[in-house]
Nanobody
């Protein structure tokens, strides 16, 4: 059974930091490109950051570049997102996403999400 379990969300003041974690089980983690998405009510889920299978390449949404850092540890089947200099507009549910193409088939999984609220 595949599971992606996020943790680390919470309430933080503007300018503060949080570290989100995603633990994967039931998949060959090192074969999957991993991403963080976020969503607020009434809006589409948006890509926040993505990291390659090896962890050597990462890309970020313009809105978070320079403030957020994505990382992964393939030995521990985990991915993290360090959120710094948080702003109220970063408030959202953050989702872990795993994706790969295998024998021509697209395979992907979502976590259940963790809530981040930035407010004074």
């Amino acid at each position: 059974q595949v599971q992606l379990v996020e943790s680390g969300g919470g309430l933080v003041q503007p300018g503060g930091s949080l570290r989100l974690s995603c633990v994967a089980s039931g998949i060959m983690f090192r074969r999957f490109e991993m991403s963080w998405y976020r969503q607020t009510p009434g809006k589409e889920r948006e890509l926040v950051a993505r990291i390659s299978e090896s962890g050597n390449n990462a890309r970020y949404a313009d809105s978070v570049r320079g403030r957020f850092i994505i990382s992964r540890d393939n030995a521990k089947n985990t991915m993290a997102l360090q959120l710094n200099s948080l702003e109220p507009q970063d408030t959202a549910t953050y989702y872990c996403y795993a994706a790969r193409t295998f024998q021509g088939n697209d395979i992907s999984y979502w976590g259940q999400g963790t809530q981040v609220t930035v407010s004074s």
